[in-house]
């Protein structure tokens, strides 16, 4: 199991013993206009990220890309009703869920064209391979080579390789040979199949490796364009300006790293929200980073030298254990953490985060709230997962 999940944190001290009722009575009305406070807020913000992912969803629609990926767009035809379900009865539940969806929304467009593009693709080649193999299946040794050919399926693959396959109908289609010549010449076309398709299946890998780091480039552009907008809404315009270099900071060194598109969307969020009753300063900070490493060693991990990152304003804590299991958190001025429990086996994971987050509650005083679940995935197995190399400079989220 993995997590990766976004909180925010509070020095907290000793709670006195003395505290009359009236005190608590006041203190008890106070948080609860707080809290109807803030989820007036978190409704209002999530409803418009709400109607930004219909306008986006629509417009997929309009253009007809529903039927290239149909079981996905019914996926989140069902989270945008969901959505609005839940903005009515329950909007922490209705932030999370827009949390989820905003990957999601992101990725959406680049894949659907993309699931055209290889839809129109596909049926071209197909009508062009169903006119040359009528052309061409005059002899017992153009069948032989079509079909031959015809074992290469994958339509990027065949692409990549077109030239040197009309190569090889142009050497043997037309040829006329003895029967007692055919199985020789039959082995010779099967080896040259055979060298072309190791040919073409690692040329396509490599095309789709960059074609995915393209199309993810894209989703992290249209995520930030989602954050973006919102600081719009922000009164003071000045901050907002500076929120919005700090993002394209951001922006340029998730490109840099190779950043999955939710460790992008944990950055944003930790650099976007705020949390206002926190303390915050860097001395509060630096009383958070000592009850991190203390309390990853005390969980078996091996801590390394917390790190500042100039361009975020972050402290970085990389942690792991001999098995490959690693722990990474970020810590922000603005009273917000990020971590991520990497490389487990089965739920082991959920074991590790349980052990540290209360270490850093019971034990160090640091208050966790609003803690916001952004990417699990449950059943990894670490066995044929290879330990990320800690020399390579990955300053966010491991």
Not at 60 to 78: K, M, N, S, T, Y
Not at 153 to 177: C, I, K, M, N, W
Not at 288 to 300: C, D, P, T, Y
Not at 349 to 370: F, N, P
Request: glycine share 4%.
């Amino acid at each position: 199991m993995s997590e990766l999940a976004l909180l925010e944190w509070t020095i907290v001290g000793p709670v006195s013993a003395r505290g009359t009722a009236a005190v608590k009575r006041q203190k008890k009305r106070q948080e609860e206009a707080r809290r109807a406070q803030h989820l007036e807020r978190v409704r209002e913000t999530t409803r418009r990220y709400r109607d930004r992912y219909r306008e986006t969803y629509q417009d997929l629609l309009a253009q007809g890309l529903d039927r290239f990926l149909p079981q996905e767009f019914a996926q989140v035809e069902q989270q945008l009703d969901e959505l609005d379900r839940l903005l009515v009865h329950d909007p922490l539940a209705a932030r999370d869920l827009s949390l989820q969806l905003a990957p999601t929304i992101s990725r959406l467009p680049a894949r659907a064209r993309q699931a055209r593009r290889e839809n129109e693709e596909e049926r071209r080649r197909q009508e062009e391979r169903l006119a040359q193999l009528r052309a061409e299946a005059t002899s017992e040794l153009g069948r032989f080579l079509e079909q031959a050919i015809a074992q290469i399926t994958d339509p990027v693959e065949q692409d990549l390789v077109l030239e040197q396959l009309q190569a090889l109908r142009h050497e043997f289609a037309g040829r006329s040979v003895l029967p007692e010549e055919l199985p020789a010449i039959q082995r010779e076309i099967t080896e040259k199949i055979r060298h072309l398709r190791a040919q073409a299946a690692r040329r396509a890998q490599e095309w789709r490796e960059a074609k995915a780091r393209q199309m993810e480039d894209e989703a992290r552009r249209k995520l930030l364009d989602l954050y973006t907008a919102e600081l719009a809404k922000q009164p003071n315009q000045l901050q907002a300006q500076q929120k919005r270099e700090r993002l394209e900071n951001l922006y340029k060194l998730a490109q840099s790293q190779g950043l999955s598109l939710e460790e992008f969307q944990a950055c944003v969020l930790a650099e976007t929200e705020s949390t206002e009753s926190a303390p915050y300063g860097e001395e509060a900070r630096r009383q958070a980073v000592r009850a991190i490493v203390e309390s990853l060693n005390r969980s078996g991990f091996i801590v390394d030298q917390p790190r500042r990152i100039p361009e975020t304003d972050e402290v970085l804590i990389r942690a792991k254990k001999p098995a490959g299991a690693e722990a990474s958190f970020s810590i922000r001025l603005n009273g917000t953490m990020i971590y991520k429990f990497d490389h487990y086996e089965g739920m082991k994971c959920r074991d590790d985060i349980d052990k540290v987050l209360a270490l850093l509650e019971q034990v160090y005083g640091i208050q966790l709230s609003d803690a916001r679940l952004l990417w699990q995935n449950p059943d990894r197995l670490s066995k044929s997962a290879r330990p990320l190399d800690w020399n390579q400079r990955r300053e966010s989220h491991g």
